[in-house]
Every structure is written in C-alpha cells, then in structure tokens.
C-alpha cells in the first residue's frame, strides 16, 4: 500500500514535467499555434464542404488518438452516419501536447504496448487502471492555472492541425464543436482558449460525463452542453473539486457563464459513467427503445440542429437510413451479452 501511494505521489508530481518540456523546446515542434492553411506536397489542401466541424476528445482510457476503448470506436462509427453534413476529426490524443500517444517514443511505451495488448485480449483489465491514472493527472495539469495554459496551447495546436488534415480552413468562420468525453471535455474547455481567436470562429464544448475545473476558456465558448447521466457520480467530481465552480463565488469564469446562459446540463436519464450503462452502452435501453450509446448520438444531432449546425431534415433522414444498421448492432450486442452471462454461470456451477 505504500508504494503505491508513494507511486500516485510520484506520478502527480512528473505529471506536469512533458507540458514544460516541450515548452523548453526539448522535444516536439516549437510551441506555436498554426496561424494559416497547412500545405502538402506544396498544394493547399482543399476545403471540406461541411459547414461547420466537429472534433471528439476520448475519456482517460485512451493510448493515442485511434487506440480507445472499443465502445467509443463503435461509437465514433455510428456517429459520423448520424451527423450529416459535418466534418468530423476524431485523431487527437487530449492527453498529450505533441498528439504523441503512450505508445510512440516515450521511456515507458514498451510498458503501455504490453497494457494495450491485454487490453485487447480482455477489456476488463484491471492494469488499464495504469492509463486511466496517467491520463488523470494530465487533466488536472489542463485545469491547473500555472501549467494548464502551456498544456492547453499544445493541444490546441494539434487539434487545429487536425482539423486542417480533414480540410478545415482556418479563418472561415466555421463554427467548431469540441465533443468531450470525461476528461476529455476538460481538455475541450482549455484549448477552447487558444481556438477561438485562431480559428476566428464560434467554439462550442459538448461535454459527455465530462470532469470540468472553472476554467479560463469558458469566456471563448459560445455554449457548452453538459451531458450527465443520474448515475454518474464522475461528472459530480469537477463541481466537487473546484472552488470555481461552487455558487459561492458568483464572479468565477464558471458562474458568470451560467449567469449568461452559456452553460446548459442536459440530463440522460439513468446513464453511468462505466459499464454497460454507460453512455457509450449498446444493451442497455431508454424508455423509447434507443439504445444508449444511440440515445447519446441523438442528443448531441438535436443539440448541433438546435443552432443551426445541422440542417434537420438531413438528420432526420440520416438517422432513418442508418436506424436499421443500428439495430442490428445493438441486437448483436446484446446477443454477446447473453452469451457472457451464460458462460460465466457455467462457469461458477463447475
């Protein structure tokens, strides 16, 4: 027990150590924000036609930018088929400033291939915990006030610079959405600082049990949305954690953008945090029959077609031609997990 405490000390204490390295200029590109279209091959990139764009943070138990749990990837997949007529960028790793995964070139990244590779064999692991603990400490260096500027403009870097690899065009206007998940929508809310003058475009922070300080960045977001789930006691942590946040001090970043209406909690219903009932969750099932992983989809669709993001007939006639791969989906998964259930009591009457 005491090395492990001493372990999480120690890991609190390193956390901050690669936003000031790369600050220093040990490693990665000079810190910078991109200030025009990237170029490749010595062409312009040419613009995407979506009128506004969309970029997804994952939760804390991501490795780099493709390797999430497989419930976000799923995830992920079936919302691009929802949300028409946006440019979606999912490859950002939130928990690094250089977009380096934990399996690139770091000191421990054969340590982390070896926890992915169990994790792929059984996503119950409970060594998972190793990258949920690290990427933890890398949110609360976003939402510290002396690291989490350096942190914050390092990721808004590699976000612009993703999107404009899928064909965004800085200076056009467009507005951006940033989807968090967990302590993804920390992050969300501390690049927003650094995108809105950048981008010269509206920024907007869609939260999904997201873990949020007080943060500076909440006076460049036009709104954010707060998806919480009545059985998530996670979301609770930031309202627990940060002063800022408390209804005491009514002139924090926080309360003055609730007192502006900026700020808008959605409830979910019974969702948690992890689990098959999470908001990623493919057998469980609300009231009208969406499953939750599709519930949560549809909120983030009506929310973007509520400001003109998403022009409704379109969603409305994406979310009918993509309802029956749906459903069979979540036939399929609950099938699985039908089959798991039964193995594992087969297994305790043995």
Known sequence: MTGLILLLILGALLAPFESLGWWAGWFGEKPALPTHQATGAGEALREHPAASAVVYLSGIGAIDAASIPQEEIDWGRMAVR??????????????????????????FARVYRWIERRRLENPYDLLQFVINLRNLFQVAVSADRRYGPIYNLGVASEIIKALERGGYRVGSGKPVTLIGFSGGAQVSLGAATYLAPVLKAPIRVISIGGVMADD????????????????????????????GRWKWFPQSDWNRAVAAGRIEMISMGPMAHNGAKNYFGWTAFTPEGKSYAIATIDMIGDLLARDGLIDPAALQAARAANDPEARAYETARVAEAAQARDKQRQARTV
């Open 82 to 107: 929802r949300l028409p007529g946006v440019l979606v960028t999912p490859d950002v790793y939130p928990y690094s400033v250089t977009n380096a995964g934990l399996t690139a070139d770091r000191s």
């Open 216 to 243: 500076p960045g909440l006076n460049q977001v036009t709104r954010l949305y707060h998806l919480y789930g009545e059985a998530d006691p996670v979301q609770k942590l930031g309202h627990w954690l940060y002063a």
